[in-house]
């Protein structure tokens, strides 16, 4: 049996995942028999089915179960939450072979579920594409082994090293990188659990941070405003999507919250004189924000970078010079990928 060739199919199944699942990982699972695949699924919008329960659903002759190996992304899970054990209906069905990409490290989970298959006298196989299943559920062994979000910063600069202009005439973006690019990052917010920026970004420009050029659920809007100086004109106070708004507690003590007490926004107050990424990491945790995009801008980029609190940075680098400007943030990584959009480039590094 090509047991890569069908943990292969089970990532691309959970990819489609991505974005609703959570809290849930986004898991992907594949039944084959005699060298088919007779059955396939990834884990439903949260308090829907998981994986393993649409893959076997999918099967119309059930009494085939009993002769097929199942292929799973992430260790079949062996606790009640919305749903029962996937671990029981495995079990239930008679289904002999197991095959699992990687070992759930949920302290609910983290090899009880392998345990269980292994006395019900199931054939278990653990690590079929091991790391590229770890790379997969990234998000949710960040929040589950670190308790914050994964962090994914992103940034456009120009060719000699500037990410915005000192001025500009209109209170609207100042595009460095391409349509294409743009496209891109629609798509990443699509699949991203919540965006952060801070108040001079969304003085300066009124983003909307929503998804636009790609289908999928908006991101939590996060917005780190020390003093509550944004204006009420702007974008975010439209009720229309999450807002989550970061600001200092002696601000909030002091009761200067009355003007957007009539939007649908939360409040949150941390300490701005000490650890501000840490403090907003632990905000995000405590609305179960499984992972982030900070976009900027760049007084926000730094102070995750300073502190080492990332995962993950993409950066765009057009095809365009300011000459002058705002600086891009002085960072370090390591490089994974760097690809061509039309004439922009984009390189991936990863925080070791």
């Known amino acids: 049996m090509n047991h890569k060739k069908y943990m292969s199919r089970c990532l691309q199944l959970a990819k489609k995942g991505i974005g609703t699942a959570r809290p849930n990982p986004s898991v992907g699972a594949v039944i084959v028999l005699n060298n088919q695949i007779i059955g396939e699924g990834f884990t439903s919008p949260y308090g829907g089915s998981h994986a393993e329960v649409n893959a076997v659903n999918s099967v119309k002759n059930k009494e085939l179960l009993k002769k097929a190996t199942i292929y799973v992304t992430l260790e079949p899970c062996s606790h009640y939450g919305k749903t029962p054990p996937c671990v029981d209906l495995i079990i239930k069905m008679k289904i002999p ?26 054939n278990v196989t ?3 594409l091991e790391k590229e299943c770890f790379e997969h559920h990234k998000r949710f062994f960040t929040v589950q082994n670190k308790k914050r979000p994964y962090i ?4 456009a600069e120009t060719l000699d090293g500037f990410i915005a202009p000192l001025t500009k005439n209109e209170q609207r973006p100042v595009w460095i990188s391409n349509s294409y690019s743009q496209q891109l990052v629609h798509k990443w917010r699509s699949e991203e659990h919540a965006i952060l920026v801070g108040s001079n970004t969304v003085i300066a420009d009124n983003p909307k941070l929503n998804v636009r050029s790609w289908s999928g659920n908006n991101p939590v809007r996060v917005i780190i405003d020390k003093n509550l100086s944004i204006p009420l004109e702007t974008n975010f106070f439209n009720e229309s999507i999450k807002t989550i708004i970061i600001t200092d507690s002696e601000v909030k003590k002091k009761g200067l919250v009355n003007k957007i007490t009539q939007f649908n926004c939360d409040l949150e107050s941390i300490d701005f004189s000490t650890n501000i990424a840490k403090q907003i990491c632990e905000v995000l945790h405590k609305h179960q924000i499984q992972s982030i995009i900070v976009e900027g801008g760049k007084q926000t980029l730094q102070t995750f970078i300073d502190i080492n609190l990332w995962d993950e940075a993409k950066i765009f680098i057009g095809e365009n010079k300011f000459k002058q400007g705002v ?14 959009l039309n004439n922009d480039i984009l390189r991936t590094y990863i925080n070791d």
């Open 97 to 122: 072979n197991v095959v699992i990409g990687c070992i759930d490290t949920n302290s609910l989970v983290a090899g009880k579920g392998v345990e269980r298959l292994k006395k019900a006298r199931c």
């Open 327 to 340: 600086r891009n943030p002085n960072f370090k990584g390591t490089l994974i990928s760097e690809e061509k």
């Open 126 to 128: 653990v690590g079929v």
């Open 152 to 155: 994914i910063l992103k940034w």
